[in-house]
């Protein structure tokens, strides 16, 4: 699969255009026409599941037209059903649609990672997606309507993911922004209305109680009914939201993947100005019912088409055609499918009609009829029109069947059977050789959704028998594609080694292959398995003819590191390559894999390639892996490149699984292929969920000033034993691109870099750090010359006229390496007060271009403000079980030391105070705990181990009457206790409040306090008894304590000096 764009290059920024290697999706007449949803062939048949597809197409259509403005509609929807489901009458053999190409897949994780809809998203705004996927609970579970939307509208908006290339405008990492002296939720727009609230055990409050500010459990609940219809990248799970923000209601200032991602452009401003709008002017259409074809999967059906003319006999190209073709026929293809083969020339020849590969001897046939004399011309043509013969076979039709093109020389006659490709209904894959295929061989690939490959006459490149290993099936069951671990060569003098270590994992094993080719002599092979087993030659199964050694692993492969050593044994030097598939071990658990893809198919100089590799066990992304690509470029060396899963540059998520980079080192004319291998090392990778590009699971909603609560968000299972990946290695081939205009020699610096995507400010001290990753000079490879850093008070102005904003001083900041993590302290002279909001940008500049204008970050100061009067949010929400509340005197965490004669100590469920302090903080090591010790990393301290003191005792005469002694040791718990009876003198009354008492004249005294599921709290020392009747009363509010006040992980100390 591959996704072709076009990139046009200014100074400044990349101007992308694409097309994605999905189904063939058409807008015609202000209908989509060729929408394919495929089911995996995991999901067993269920009628209903049909059923509901239809009412949410039906459904999405509607919605649709009406956010598109009366612009476009679904009118054709394929529905793909697998070949496990049975026959029906009226179900249809598909052409070129297939699973691998669907724009909606339909199919559930191996693990229980919840049913988020998501859209996966390679590339930049404006980008087509690569597919949509459902879970089959999502369709079916009515209950998920509540949390997500109308299902109609849910894929509305993952379409827009997938067709239009926008994004996300909530975001669950910040959900919160800094406005003026006040926090707003992450929206658009920002007139949709709603309440701030922290819900903890069936009660909401402000959040926080005392200053507003938002805390991790705090969540924005939208008005059920709005007074705004936008937006639908924010949620679909209101009825009145049913339009995109447009530049009327754009809130640019929110910091969601569609400002970042878009330049601060609105949805509608995106989506209107791509093609698929750009002569699609509203209509009134009378039905906007779409018309229903259920297509039904079949067994693979292929044809090899393969050049046997004079030139094949260059390079020993037909030699290296048998090998290829025979580890293709041996390994690779599926079995139950058909396979047939033909030569061709100056004319076609039918080598062998199609057989059905069921059986270890029908592979050997085949194999040993692959051709194996090379002679005169090129008639592509008619190497297609025989192979389309062959596919007629088994039914009398090309439909959904496939053929393996493979030819080395130029043909002028190629475009007189495009017309019969085109109607075929069957897919072209082609495999250029050397560098004189013909130029329109591609054109063949890419009008019926073939894969494009090519490879060179270098041996180590292992470039043809990478192309043949790629030519999986598209079906979707992935325990039957065989899967390439290693693909290696090198040139060995005589007597010298090639050692290398294949990690085969758990995932994979059946079917194990390893196989070893040559140039002249049988070199000398050693391979150990991870228990100490050898395999020598004689285990081997040798073709002397081919110069091939294949060694076959009985049974399941053992997990772990497979070294092989081989020696070249000849007086000569020669190239040796070793190739090992597998497939899955497990057919119920999905193996690991790399999907390797290009931006685009052909291109120009100067416009970048953008290489992308998806590593994934099933549909969970595996991040932590190393990634390399190694591009064999015409005419010149090869060039190898890391690719990363860092969200910058051309990365446009971070820890998706989608490892991405530039390519600019362009070196002549003519195919680029390109090859990526995976190293997943042991304790390092790992499986994630994917965190973009989802529609939101909505908490909740308000109704008649009530929240009412959805059910949680379903915790992920971080226990399931597949989670543990291991050592892996993979290797997939991206195809190939063919590359125009690259001026001679040396090219000039065209490539600006990259822009940055994740500036971060915050506001430390009397000063502000700024953080953010460094582009390159070429994009996102090499070093920048400088930065050019502004601020502002406004978001505008830094957008909108940058060059005219206030410019920081950043003489001393010196740009480093591409990829590195950048620091600079801004300490220019600002006034940081309350409701102090500072906006700042950045750009990149290498000496002849600049980066375009980086995300806008603020950095904000909000200080406490008095604590509000109105009573909690009410709330309705599902039944759960009423949670204890539990604070433990024993256990973690508030550290106090004093001079003291009576030490009382307070805990109190509180509110907590924000303050801003103006210098660095001072360790007095005088106080600290006696298991704390200074570091040697600056002002910070580590645990040593010490004398543990005595718990302090609890004081429940003064306890308020609803604390009652909990069992685990010096511990209160939170009971249900009538108000008549809180009016006592000696009891704390109107807080939650209870003293522990420790009696002292003179030293330090420590205490550790447990404040577990408490939102915000205080703990303190009197130096007297704190009146308990006065209404407000607490710890720290009047002259005779002084307390320590928090919130979550943070906590403020006021002057603890004694009156």
Known sequence: MKSVKIFLLSIVSLVCICAVSCSDVKLVNNGYENVVIAINPGIPEDPMLITKIQEMVRSASNFLYKATKHRAYFRDVKILLPITWSSQPHYQRPSTQSYEKANVIIANPHTQYGDDPYTLQYGQCGDKGRYIHFTQNFMLDDALIQVYGDRGSVLVHEWAHLRWGVFDEYNDLVPFYADGDTYEATRCSKEMKGLKASCTGGTCGACDPSTGLPEADCNFFPDQNQVTSSSIMYTTGLPGVVDFCDNKTHNREAPNMQNKMCNERSTWDVI?????????????????????????????????????????????????????????????????????????????????????????????KLKSLLPKIAS???????????????????????????????????????????????????????????????????????????????????????????????????????????????????????????????????SVGKNTFFVITWEIDTPQMFIHNPNGKLYRNGNFEMDTVLLTARLPILGLAHSGAWMYSIQNGAGTTQIVTITVTSRAADENIPPVTVNAHLNQDTTSFPNPLIIFAEVSQGFLPVVGAKVTATVERAGGQPVNLELLDNGRGADAVRNDGVYSRYFTEFLGNGRYTIKVSVQGKDGIVRLTTRKQSHAMYIPGYVQNGQIHHNPPKPPVDRNDSQIQLGSFNRVKTAGACIVSQVPPGTPFDVFPPSKIKDLQAAIV?????????????????????????????????????????????????????????????????????????????????????????????????????????????????????????????????????????VV????????????????????????????????????????????????????????????????????????????????????????????????????????????????????GIAYLRIPHMIPGSKLGSEENSRAFLAQKEAFIVPNMTPR
């Open 272 to 364: 209107s100005k791509l093609d698929d709008f750009k002569n699609n002017h509203p209509t009134n259409i009378a039905s906007l019912e779409p018309k229903f074809t259920f297509l039904h999967a079949k067994d693979r059906v292929l044809c090899l088409v393969l050049d046997t003319s004079g030139s094949m006999s260059v390079e020993n190209r037909i030699q290296r055609l048998q090998q290829a073709a025979g580890i293709f026929l041996l390994q690779i293809i599926e079995d139950q499918s058909h396979v047939g083969i033909v030569g061709f020339d100056s004319y076609a020849t039918v080598i062998h009609e199609l057989t059905l590969i069921e059986s270890e001897d029908a592979r050997k």
């Open 765 to 901: 001290g009397d000063a502000i750090q700024l953080k953010w990753t460094a582009p390159g000079d070429d994009l996102d490879q090499g070093t920048a010359s400088f930065y050019e850093i502004k601020l502002s008070k406004s978001f505008a102005q830094l957008r909108d006229d940058f060059p005219n904003a206030q410019s920081v001083n950043t003489t001393d900041l010196k740009p480093k390496v591409a990829s590195s993590e950048e620091s600079f302290t801004v300490s220019e002279n600002m006034e940081l007060k309350n409701g102090t909001v500072i906006y700042f940008a950045i750009q990149a500049f290498d000496g002849n271009h600049s980066s375009a204008l980086s995300n806008i970050a603020q950095a904000a100061l909000i200080l406490a403000s008095p604590p509000p009067t109105s009573q909690p949010v009410q709330t309705i929400e599902p039944t759960q079980p009423h949670n204890t509340v539990v604070i433990n005197i024993s256990e973690i965490l508030v550290i106090v030391g004093i001079v003291v004669i």
């Open 904 to 1019: 009382s100590l307070i805990i109190s469920i509180t509110v907590c105070v924000v303050t801003k302090k103006h210098q660095a903080v001072q360790l007095d090591m005088n106080s600290a705990h006696l298991q704390l010790k200074i570091s040697r990393k600056g002002p910070a301290v580590e645990v040593i181990e010490a004398e543990q003191n005595q718990a302090v005792q609890l004081d429940m005469n003064s306890a308020h009457l609803q604390l009652k002694t909990s069992r685990k040791g010096p511990a209160v718990e939170v009971i249900e206790a009538e108000q008549s009876k809180w009016c006592n003198a000696e009891h704390f009354s109107t807080l939650l409040n209870v003293l522990a008492t420790a009696g002292s004249i003179t030293g330090l005294h420590y205490w550790e306090v447990n404040v577990k599921d408490i939102p915000s709290w205080a703990v």
């Open 376 to 506: 005169g011309g090129t008639n592509i043509c008619a190497g297609v029109q025989a192979g389309f013969q062959v596919l007629r076979g088994d039914d009398g039709a090309t439909n959904g069947d496939e053929i393996v093109l493979l030819t080395d020389g130029e043909d002028g006659g190629i475009s007189s059977c495009f017309s019969e490709v085109k109607q075929s209904g069957a897919v072209i894959h082609t495999i250029a050789l050397g560098p004189n295929a013909d130029a329109g061989l591609e054109q063949l690939s890419s009008m019926t959704g073939g894969l494009q490959y090519a490879a060179t006459d270098k041996l180590d490149e292992n470039g043809l028998v990478d192309a043949f290993t790629g030519l999986v099936s598209g079906n979707g069951n992935m325990s039957q594609q065989s899967i390439q671990l290693e693909s290696s060569g090198k040139s060995i003098a005589s007597n010298d080694w090639f050692n290398g270590t294949v990690f085969i994992d758990k």
